[in-house]
C-alpha cells in the first residue's frame, strides 16, 4: 500500500494500492468523511490514468482538493513508473 501525503486539504494522506494499472484500494486519512468515502469508491476497479483524467484539476481550497491530490499522487507513481511527462 502507497500512502501519500497530502497538502492544502483537509485530509492529511491518502492510502491506495495499484495492480496492472488499476487502482485496487482507495483511503483518505482525515477530511471529509462522505466525500473522501464517495471518491475512493468510485475509483477503484478504474484505470490510472481515467482516474487522472476525471479528477485532476477539481479545487476546494488552495487550488487544490482531496480528489486532485488523489490524481496527483497517481500521476507521480504513472510518470516515475514510465518515466513519462504528463
Not at 486539504?9 to 491518502?14: H, L, P, S
Not at 482525515?30 to 482516474?51: F, H, I, M, S, Y
Amino acid at each position: 500500500m502507497k500512502v501519500f501525503r497530502t497538502q492544502g486539504t483537509c485530509a492529511q494522506a491518502i492510502q491506495y494500492d495499484v495492480q496492472d494499472g488499476v487502482v485496487t484500494s482507495c483511503q483518505f486519512l482525515g477530511g471529509c468523511p462522505g466525500n473522501t468515502q464517495g471518491v475512493a469508491r468510485l475509483v477503484v476497479g478504474r484505470k490510472v490514468e481515467d482516474v487522472i483524467q476525471l479528477l485532476k484539476g477539481i479545487q476546494c481550497r488552495g487550488g487544490t482538493s482531496c480528489p486532485d491530490q488523489l490524481a496527483r499522487a497517481l500521476e507521480a507513481d504513472l510518470t516515475a513508473e514510465k518515466g513519462i511527462v504528463l
